[in-house]
């Protein structure tokens, strides 16, 4: 219980935090209204239904009281009929005389012939069962003993009232048309006077069953969906519209059960059914009218009703899901707007729009937005101004690791030859150092024309010449047009000094350096020619790694300066340009140095704040 | 934006209009109430079914809402009759027809054609086997039993028991008759079987009073008519017989009849009634239990449970 619990719970956060705003919402909206439409809708529906059954029932008793009203006229015009024969001519009457005998025949036969739509025979017996007289029929069945019978003992038994039978068939009197008719018998005690002598007697008054019936047949309860029967105060059947199939057994009636309902609505299960059932009892008799409605009859009628309010409910969810839906999408679209915003910003968009104009909660939102994306856009710019200048610095330095080194072996190379006496190339070479510096310098720009640089290496190899004694020639030639383009200074130094060192320094006066620039394309390329002794192809592939090995650790020319110009030109120009180092081993090496083509123009972008 | 908004609400707005209309303008017109059904009675005899299986047939039509429609022979119990009218009613296109059959044997093959196109019930006499869906009938040779069992007590070992044959061919009937004639023989008494017909007995026979101790009538009109030679005769045989009609109640009670076997005629109707039409609305029809039936004596016919059945409250 708990783990599935737990599931719904996690499948709900699932579907919540998959969900748009707009949607949760909706459905929030719409399930609120919808559950208090459906209690409402339910608590009607309750409430019109106890009414409904109310009115059932009080419409069922209603039709009640009326039969009753009219069984209650039918049985009192029988007692009627009954008081009559005994009270006005019974009783005026002595039997033992034989006129007295055929006046009571002749007032048996005028009341049966008043009353003959309801009465099938009238009849007086004496105590011991001997008919006195009868209408219509008159002449007993040989098989019959009336003393025997049920009504008569019953009278007999309980002289101070009227008895009513249940419906039997009539049986007493030989009819020539052998007509067999069901009968209800009132029967009483009655007090005959014979020869002055007073004895008892039977009055029976059989009422034509049919009468009883014509009362109950075609009442009406629940638009005709209920029916009515009739019992004895023992449950007996007296009338039941399908009488027959239930003395055939194809149907049963509760009838027993009923007869011990007080009068009013009730209700009972019967054969599975729900019913109503409501009880009148019948005066004098102890009968009982008993009307059934069954439940499932109302609840058509409710279904309808049902049906109607779900109908009612349907539609009105319908309207409010549909209302909802667009009250959220505009409550929700400013947030929508800078949800669009964001993501707008997030895919690299720099001038978003945060003014959304929602409610004040949602336009602070924007606004705090905006303002924090300003400051962010401030701060990596800072960033970035920092990381240019962290860049720049790296630069200086690295450009700053050339000259102490060239400078000391130059200025040791003119002390020597000052010392020697050899004034002039001392003054040649402190010239060239002088012009090298000068260029070196370039007024503390970085970028300068390729002229500048190339002079820049003509005037180190001067340098370089004197000091190795002629041991290697060099040329420097250059493209037209390729001088006037501009580089970042001090790149064509390093290689050559490593040439000198590496190649030349051991070379017998054969050794030659070639120094060519050339364009290629939007590019330049200038290339640094030895005639040394090369270099393996592993140590050339590991040249200019980052923290590669150098060529000969410590020495001279080691590779740091390979490393120092290759990281210098794709700092400044990027990851396209650098250097290419061909060697092969005893057969030379060529240097080529990749630069961009940049014309003053450009050059310009790639001057450090406050160059020129 | 137009096609959401006519998804959206349009549309469902048009649905909820139309279950609207239904509700409020039609609510459960045939609630409760299956279709009316047409349902041809081919009874067997000319004038008409007993009044309480006419009365059971259309309690269970007002019930089913049914229609019956009554056809009946020229001529009592002739089969060939009864097939024409069958197969004109299934030609017709009758949606249930109820049958009782006059004589199995010729009516097999017309009952056999007439059940594939429609729902066939027979009442009295048993023809599932040739194809009819349900037959409704007390259980005849339990009945010719009853009756010969009866007749046992009136007729003394070795005397004669005068059968009627009153109903020729093979039908229900005639299995009550065999079945009293098999008991009646094997408890030793003679019996004689005697064609009749309405008009009298068939001149081949001698008539019953002067060669028999007791009659046995295995119909109701046979019984009636039992019941009126005994009366005019200064014989003795007594009268046996299946039936429920008011004659044969008035004949019981004088003594012109000994005992009869009286079945629930109405219960035989409305089952009849009910099962046809179960079929013809292909609702599963079960098998339909033998109809009851009781011997009533004169002494016991008012007897409560016999006073209903042999006077229906109609």
């Known amino acids: ?181 069901w009968v209800v018998s009132l029967s009483r005690q009655v007090e005959l006077t014979r020869n002055g002598i007073t004895q008892g007697g039977v009055l029976l008054v059989d009422m034509n069953f049919s009468g009883i019936e014509q009362l109950c047949k075609d009442v009406m309860l629940a638009s005709g969906q209920g029916y009515l029967y009739l019992i004895d105060s023992t449950g007996e059947i007296i009338y039941h519209p399908r009488q027959q199939l239930i003395y055939a057994e194809l149907q049963a009636e509760n009838n027993l059960v009923a007869a011990g309902y007080a009068d009013g609505s009730h209700t009972e299960t019967f054969q599975s059914q729900r019913r109503q059932v409501t009880v009148k009892t019948v005066g004098y008799t102890g009968w009982k009218l008993v009307g059934v409605v069954p439940e499932e009859t109302l609840w058509d009628n409710y279904g309808q009703l049902l049906l109607f309010f779900l109908f009612v409910v349907i539609f009105s969810i319908f309207l409010l899901a549909f209302a909802n839906l667009r009250l959220s999408e505009w409550i929700t679209a400013p947030m929508k707007k800078l949800d669009r915003a964001v993501k707008e910003l997030e895919s690299g968009q720099e001038m978003v729009d945060f003014n959304v104009d929602g409610p004040y909660e949602v336009e602070h939102l924007g606004r705090s937005i905006q303002a924090m994306v300003s400051t962010m856009r401030h701060l990596m710019e800072d960033i970035i101004q920092q990381e240019e200048e962290k860049r720049r610095s790296e630069l200086d330095v690295l450009q700053s690791q050339i000259n102490p080194h060239f400078l000391y072996n130059t200025l040791d190379s003119v002390v020597w030859m ?124 590991q040249l200019l790694q980052p923290g590669g090995p150098a060529a000969a650790s410590g020495a001279k020319g080691s590779g740091i300066g390979f490393r120092n110009v290759h990281q210098r030109i794709r700092l400044t120009f990027g990851a396209p340009y650098g250097l290419t180092i061909l060697s092969e081993p005893d057969n030379g090496t060529v240097v080529r140095i990749r630069l961009p083509a940049l014309d003053e123009q450009a050059a310009g972008r790639y001057r450090k704040e406050g160059e020129r | 934006m137009r096609k959401k ?99 199995r044997a010729a009516l097999a093959e017309t009952v056999a054609a007439a059940a594939e196109k429609t729902a066939l019930v027979t009442l009295e006499s048993d023809m599932t086997e040739q194809g009819a869906i349900a037959s409704v009938s007390v259980d005849h040779a339990a009945l010719g039993r009853a009756l010969g069992q009866a007749a046992l007590r009136g007729v003394p070992d070795g005397g004669t028991v005068l059968l009627l044959d009153s109903v020729p061919g093979d039908n229900g009937i005639r299995e009550r008759m065999e079945a009293a004639a098999a008991l009646l023989k094997e408890k030793g008494r003679m019996v004689r079987i005697c064609q009749w017909t309405e008009a009298g007995w068939d ?101 409560e449970e016999n006073q209903k059945l042999l006077f229906p409250v109609l």
């Open chain 2, 203 to 303: 001149d081949r026979n001698p008539p019953p009073e002067e060669q028999a101790d007791a009659v046995l009538a295995f119909e109701e009109a046979a019984l009636e008519q039992a019941a009126e030679i005994e009366r005019s005769s200064q014989g003795f045989p007594l009268v046996y017989g299946a039936g429920s009609t008011s004659a044969i109640a008035a004949g019981l009670e004088r003594g012109r009849i000994t005992a009869i076997a009286a079945e629930n005629v109405f219960s035989a109707g409305y089952l009849a009634v009910e099962a046809a039409a179960a079929a013809a609305r292909h609702e599963a029809v079960g098998k339909v239990p033998a109809i009851s039936f009781s011997m009533i004596r004169k002494e016991s016919m008012y007897e």
């Open chain 1, 1 to 181: 219980m708990k783990k599935q619990f737990e599931g719904i719970r996690r499948r709900w956060r699932e579907l919540y935090h998959r969900s748009s705003i707009q949607l949760i919402l909706s459905l929030s909206f719409t399930a609120v209204a919808v559950v208090g439409m459906v209690f409402m809708g339910l608590a009607l529906f309750l409430r019109f239904s106890a009414s409904t059954n109310v009115m059932a029932a009080e419409s069922s008793q209603r039709v009640l009281a009326q039969v009753n009203l009219n069984l209650d006229h039918y049985l009192r015009n029988m007692m009627q009929v009954s008081d009559t024969v005994y009270y006005q001519v019974i009783k005026d009457l002595d039997l033992g005389d034989e006129s007295d005998v055929e006046a009571l025949k002749k007032a048996l036969k005028l009341l049966y012939e008043k009353d003959r739509g309801s009465l099938v025979s009238l009849a007086v017996f004496d105590q011991s069962g001997g008919l006195i007289g009868a209408s219509p029929l008159a002449e007993l069945k040989a098989s019959v003993t009336p003393e025997r019978e049920a009504w008569f003992a019953t009278a007999m038994e309980r002289i101070e009232n009227l008895h009513f039978s249940t419906p039997h068939v009539q049986d007493l009197f030989e009819d020539p048309d052998s007509r067999y008719r």
């Open chain 1, 418 to 541: 000052t010392e020697n006496g050899r004034t002039e190339e001392a003054v040649v070479m402190l010239t060239a150092l002088a012009r090298f510096f000068r260029i070196s310098l370039s007024r503390g720009s970085n970028i300068i024309p390729v002229s500048d640089e190339l002079e820049h290496a003509r005037h180190y190899l001067t340098i370089q010449k004197m000091r190795y004694k002629n041991k290697f020639s060099a040329d420097i030639t250059a493209e037209d047009g390729v001088e006037h383009l501009y580089t970042i200074k001090l790149i064509i130094q390093p290689i050559l000094e490593n040439a000198i060192y590496h190649g030349m320094a051991y070379a017998d006066g054969d050794g030659e350096i070639h120094i060519r620039a050339f364009r290629d394309g939007e590019d330049v390329l200038i290339e640094v020619v030895d005639n040394g002794p090369g270099m393996p192809e592993e140590m050339v592939e």
């Open chain 2, 5 to 103: 908004w006519i998804l959206q609400l349009v549309l469902p707005l048009l649905g909820l209009s139309a279950i609207f209309f239904l509700l409020a303008f039609a609510p459960g017109q045939s609630r409760n109430q299956p279709p009316l059904l047409e349902m041809s009675v081919i009874l067997r005899k000319a004038d008409s079914a007993s009044f309480a299986l006419r009365q059971g047939m259309e309690q269970a039509a007002a019930d089913l809402n049914v229609e019956l429609r009554f056809l009946m022979p020229s001529a009592d119990n002739c089969a060939q009759e009864q097939a024409q009218l069958l197969q004109r009613e299934t030609e017709s296109g009758a949606a249930a027809i109820l049958l009782i059959p006059a004589d």
